[in-house]
């Protein structure tokens, strides 16, 4: 029957299943989208040199349609997992105690930020970049705040590629890591959270500008983002930091 308790059709498979799959739908649109920007579109345009025209022609043709498409997405996936959380029966069953319940929460918290740097940071000073390069092609002079806006959108784009290493781990933690039906004691469940929390905090103040050398290139932490290997090296020493404190707490 078509509105059996195990339909797609039913309650429990439009809320429960519909909708994670299309939380992974979106969310793979979204981060693909980020990787293409920092390992593809960003190398590339920068390979432009002096040919302004050309590189403008690329920003408002190539970058203004992908990042209609990654800021929606990033808000969808948000928007769909908050459904989730808040639909599924018994999400976080016996707390954060269960290792598998402070993993998932881990991650969601990583994909807020993550969110929270494309619609406030990325996507601000994208259309400061995006109005810059249109003015240009119609003859216009340039914006001289265009190159702060398009530093402090990259350095929160590439600290979003840092942060969605773990986040991804943490996605699947809950259903397929070895520590998922693990129960934390309160001292073990504190040290994760603090060290978690003060290593996110610092990296995403950080992105911000917001540490001495503010965005400066090449400057204290700042070097995770000068290049595509330094910003993959941040994101899986994080990912290391995040699975051996895992192995210490289990």
Same mark, same amino acid.
């Given at each position: 029957?078509?509105?059996?308790?195990?339909?797609?059709?039913?309650?429990?498979? &439009?809320? #429960?299943?519909?909708?994670?799959?299309?939380?992974?739908?979106?969310?793979?649109?979204?981060?693909?989208?980020?990787?293409?920007?920092?390992?593809?579109?960003?190398?590339?345009?920068?390979?432009?040199?002096?040919?302004?025209?050309?590189?403008?022609?690329?920003?408002?043709?190539?970058?203004?349609?992908?990042?209609?498409?990654?800021?929606?997405?990033? &808000?969808?996936?948000?928007? +769909?997992?908050?459904?989730?959380?808040?639909?599924?029966?018994?999400?976080?069953?016996? *707390? %954060?105690? &269960?290792?598998? =319940?402070?993993?998932?929460?881990?991650?969601? %918290?990583?994909?807020?930020?993550?969110?929270? #740097?494309?619609?406030?940071?990325?996507?601000? =000073?994208?259309?400061?970049?995006?109005?810059?390069?249109?003015?240009? &092609?119609?003859?216009?002079?340039?914006?001289? *705040?265009?190159?702060?806006?398009?530093?402090?959108? $990259?350095?929160?784009?590439?600290?979003?590629?840092?942060?969605?290493?773990?986040?991804?781990?943490?996605?699947?933690?809950?259903?397929?890591?070895?520590? =998922? +039906?693990?129960?934390?004691?309160?001292?073990?469940?504190? $040290?994760?959270?603090?060290?978690? $929390?003060?290593?996110?905090?610092?990296?995403?103040? =950080?992105?911000? *500008?917001?540490?001495?050398?503010?965005?400066?290139?090449?400057?204290?932490?700042?070097?995770?983002?000068?290049?595509?290997? #330094?910003? $993959?090296?941040?994101?899986?020493?994080?990912?290391?930091? #995040?699975?051996?404190?895992?192995?210490?707490?289990?």
């Amino acid at each position: 029957m078509i509105l059996a308790a195990e339909s797609f059709f039913s309650r429990v498979g &439009i809320w #429960n299943f519909g909708f994670r799959w299309l939380h992974i739908l979106v969310g793979i649109v979204w981060i693909g989208l980020l990787y293409y920007f920092n390992f593809v579109q960003v190398p590339a345009f920068a390979e432009y040199g002096d040919e302004g025209r050309a590189r403008n022609f690329a920003i408002d043709k190539v970058a203004r349609r992908a990042l209609w498409w990654f800021r929606w997405a990033a &808000i969808s996936t948000f928007v +769909t997992g908050i459904i989730i959380v808040g639909i599924a029966e018994g999400y976080f069953t016996g *707390g %954060l105690k &269960i290792a598998g =319940n402070s993993g998932i929460l881990a991650g969601m %918290l990583l994909g807020t930020i993550m969110m929270l #740097n494309v619609w406030g940071v990325i996507w601000r =000073n994208q259309k400061v970049v995006l109005a810059n390069a249109a003015n240009l &092609i119609a003859g216009g002079s340039a914006d001289p *705040g265009a190159a702060a806006a398009g530093r402090r959108a $990259l350095m929160a784009s590439r600290q979003n590629v840092v942060f969605s290493v773990s986040m991804l781990w943490f996605m699947v933690f809950r259903s397929h890591s070895p520590y =998922n +039906t693990s129960e934390l004691s309160g001292g073990k469940l504190a $040290l994760f959270w603090i060290v978690f $929390l003060v290593i996110v905090a610092v990296m995403e103040l =950080n992105a911000l *500008g917001l540490l001495p050398w503010k965005t400066e290139a090449k400057k204290g932490l700042n070097l995770m983002y000068e290049s595509v290997r #330094n910003v $993959l090296v941040a994101g899986f020493v994080f990912l290391a930091v #995040n699975l051996i404190l895992w192995e210490i707490i289990k």
